[in-house]
């Protein structure tokens, strides 16, 4: 139990997309989920906390218009790295609580290259 | 603030031998403590969690962990590592009372296991 499917898995585009990933999870409801970035050889950051029907909350540093979140039903959010540039490559997680105490669950992670 | 330290960056291990990887929080408020595993690639993985109760803690794949208050530290141990358990881990401590909350994660430790 307590799946959370990332996709995609991997995205390869060019300097100026819009990349949009997704989370969704599977067989529970999330009041809330997280998006996390992860460096080479680094632990996560926390971008932000996203819970559903409301703006998401976002950490000191991170730029809302540049990593949008949309969070429209108890599982499914979604994240996008808007005019994406190659200093925004990174490995990018997402999980989801069921709420409570409960633990986060991850998805497998969606490695970005912007060449 | 909450802040998570895993005072081992590398851990190398002969397969077979027991494994001791350490962690160190600091909070001024109870707190809810984790591990987790990540293989490359991949998102996270629950290896064990502690939210109250008894101290020592058992979780998936042989890994255990004790919480010790007056230490401040969650350290995690397998008696016998296996070729597997090659990964990195993660640390990290829960940040909120009730309802969502934030992980903060340690720097990660990486365990390679040698034949």
């Known amino acids: 139990g307590a799946v959370v499917s990332q996709h995609p898995s991997r995205v390869i585009c060019k300097s100026g997309t819009s990349v949009k990933i997704e989370c969704r999870s599977l067989d529970f409801q999330a009041t809330t989920m997280f998006w996390y970035r992860q460096f080479p050889k680094q632990s996560l950051m926390l971008m932000a906390t996203s819970n559903e029907g409301s703006k998401a909350t976002y950490e000191q540093g991170v730029e809302k218009d540049k990593f949008l979140i949309n969070h429209a039903s108890l599982t499914l959010s979604t994240l996008t790295v808007t005019s994406a540039h190659p200093e925004d490559s990174s490995f990018y997680i997402c999980?989801?609580?069921?709420?409570?105490?409960?633990?986060?669950?991850f998805g497998d992670g969606t490695r970005l290259s912007i060449l | 603030a909450q802040s998570v330290t895993q005072l081992d960056s590398q851990v190398p291990v002969f397969e077979e031998a027991p494994v001791e990887l350490r962690c160190n929080y600091s909070s001024s408020v109870s707190v809810y403590l984790f591990w987790y595993v990540q293989y490359p690639n991949q998102g996270l993985q629950l290896l064990l969690k502690?939210?109250?109760?008894?101290?020592l803690v058992k979780g998936i794949n042989g890994f255990e962990a004790e919480f010790n208050k007056s230490q401040t530290s969650f350290h995690l141990r397998k008696p016998s590592v296996h070729i597997s358990d090659t990964a990195e881990y993660f640390c990290?401590?829960?940040?909120?009372?009730?309802?969502?909350?934030?992980?903060?994660f340690g720097q990660g430790t990486r365990l390679t296991i040698n034949p």
């Open positions: 999980s989801a609580q069921p709420g409570g105490n409960q633990p986060q669950h």
């Open positions: 990290a401590v829960s940040v909120g009372g009730q309802g969502a909350q934030k992980l903060v």
């Open positions: 502690y939210l109250s109760g008894s101290t």
